[in-house]
């Protein structure tokens, strides 16, 4: 059998240097010497006192809206609407000759080469593409299987209710493989709450898929909407099985109201993807996470005909989260990271990774004195490793 050790390694940036052997793809042994039946079989990385993590998880991606590696396109509409962006989407799909698969790989190749080794990403569903965005993500996370953990989510970007047809394509896409059924903001887009909750998680009952709901309505309506989703949630027993992102009545609660979702969604066990965006606070996480609800990190946007940020780096996310809260203190950027690795695996259901023997093996590996400094100034990453196989090196992936 042969193993992987990493020698010279500090665990979460803590302590003295030590010795990581990898071995079926899990963490055999955490010590400060090597193994005494070391062989030529085996493997050494001497890494030089840097930092090594758990994998980073990205809970909330758009690969198959990605234009990484197209030729860059203009944008010109103003203001962001969401009728505007359902045109510059529309069209997007319209005019992007490259296949899906193509586009999303590449920019799933570059979460990898950042150190990502478990993703979540919406994949569109819609009468203008059918199922083209399904069945390019369904060939990348076969293809990538080796590299990272890819779920896919069928969602319905331009509603359902609005978009006869919708309802019948999710059932065909969770028919074909598709991980999980999304929502998306069920009265400001749909017009009905009701049947459009009634819809996916009718759906996500029937197949026994996760929920993962777009929750852009903001103030009292996205209040009393994550209460009805709640609702549901209880009454079908799918506690821990359905996530919210871009939850904008987070954004700017009152206390009383910031204190009313976090119940709600800790009492029903609903997780939240954190997005960092331009025009909206930061929810104050760590009251969150203290009142227990689970939570991770997503890169969301991935250079779209919508937006040109997004580059699929996790811990790009946690130093942008860092800033917007202005943490200053070392333990509150060390949260940022953990959102982005042990909790986010907590919320994608991943085995666990706390870089203990018996732990699988995703981990990344980066220069650095301490956690803080690797947020305010995130690093290359000098290695990435998915279930003990070494899958990138110095921001590139190791091909076979």
Known sequence: MSRTILSNVRVNGAGDPQVITVADGRIHAVGTEPPADLGPADHVEDLAGEIVLPGFVDGHAHADKSLWGEPWVRRTSEPITMEQMFEDQLRQWAETTTPVAARARTFLDMCVAYGSTSIRTFTDVAPEIGLDGVHGLLQVREEMADLADVQIVAFPQLGILRKPGTAELLEQALRAGADAIGGLDPAGVDGDAARQLDIVFGLAEKYQVPVDFHAHESGELGIWLI???????????????????????????????????ASVLADADIAVAVGVHGLLPVPDVKALHAMGVRMCLGSDSARSRWSPWGEGDILARAMFLAYKRYWRRDEDLEFAVTMGTTLGREVLGAPPCDLKPGDVADLVVLPGEAIGEIVVAPPQRTLVMKRGKIVARSGVLVRP
């Open 227 to 261: 209460e009805r989703i709640a609702e549901r949630v209880k009454a079908l027993g799918m506690q821990g099985k359905v996530s919210l992102c871009d939850v904008f009545s987070l954004a700017e609660p009152t206390p009383s109201q910031f204190e009313q979702l």
